[in-house]
């Protein structure tokens, strides 16, 4: 059975926490394989995290000195 919107875009969330189940990277690609808006929400998701990565690290401040 296909996940929902609300599911996938929880199990996104999760992902960054914790390693999915077999089952779950399953249903979740194939919801995304069909949802463009999940999709957004995972790329959204990912630059997200990469800004707080940054920013944890000490930012651009940091790379300038």
Known sequence: MMKTCREATRLMSES???DLHISEQASLKL???M????RNF??????????TKSYAEGGPEKAEK
């Open 16 to 18: 960054q926490e914790r």
């Open 31 to 33: 919801h995304l394989a």
């Open 35 to 38: 949802c463009a808006p999940c």
């Open 42 to 51: 995972g790329k959204q998701l990912k630059t997200l995290r990469h800004i």
